[in-house]
């Protein structure tokens, strides 16, 4: 779905991301790659392939929009170091010519020298324009400026006769707006929309308008 916002012509993807064309960058929030992994070692019986399902989404997602740049909007990786890391620095090798850039987020937490490759770099932020790109929402947004961040992994309920459903969505606030988590098993965090606030939630593949106004 495209949508124009701050001076940018947006694409909504059905895959839980934004791009921009004008930009040819994709940005994508909270993978939490590793966390299936984490569970595992824990004894939390997690199936193991939904892991290969994460690149294989990841993988369809870069080579639908064919991005230069693809941002990750923190929470790239779950926990500590184990062998999932291993496995995403293979992955991205296999995009050579493309950057890809982390923004720091709350479980990035290995040693610096980990997130250190020739196509991939780690920010605390990043600015296009007048977009200020985060990780978690910043507390005053600069006039003139709008925020684009993850962290929260949004949700929103739809009620219908005698049942409801919890989607991921995007949630456009006046002057921020919240992306969907990309990773399976992140949770929903349901929202609680503004008058004038624009929602887009994703159910089967398939963007659903649900501003009220």
């Not at 984490?38 to 639908?64: C, M, T, W």
């Not at 184990?82 to 987020?105: M, P, Q, T, Y």
């Not at 770099?121 to 910043?138: G, R």
């Not at 929202?191 to 593949?205: E, F, L």
């Amino acid at each position: 779905m495209k949508i124009e916002r701050f001076g940018f012509e947006l694409i909504l993807c059905q895959e839980k991301a934004i791009y921009l064309p004008g930009r040819k960058t994709l940005l994508i929030a909270d993978l939490h790659l590793g966390k299936i992994t984490h569970f595992r070692r824990a004894g939390i019986g997690l199936p193991q392939d939904a892991i290969k399902s994460d690149y294989r989404e990841l993988n369809d997602v870069i080579e639908k929009y064919c991005p230069d740049t693809i941002i990750l909007m923190g929470d790239l990786f779950h926990a500590g170091y184990n062998s999932a890391w291993d496995k995403f620095l293979e992955f991205i090798g296999v995009f050579g010519n493309k950057e890809f850039i982390l923004i720091k987020g709350n479980h990035d937490i290995m040693a610096s020298y980990r997130y250190k490759n020739d196509n991939f770099s780690m920010v605390e932020d990043y600015y296009l324009q007048n977009l200020i790109i985060t990780h978690e929402p910043l507390e005053k947004v600069p006039k003139g400026k709008y925020n684009l961040y993850g962290h929260i992994h949004p949700g929103v309920r739809v009620v219908g006769v005698k049942q409801s459903l919890r989607l991921p969505c995007f949630h456009f606030e006046n002057d921020r707006a919240v992306l969907p988590a990309f990773g399976r098993f992140t949770g929903l965090a349901i929202i609680s929309p503004k008058i004038g606030d624009d929602v887009y939630a994703i159910a089967d593949n398939t963007i659903i308008c649900l501003t009220d106004r």
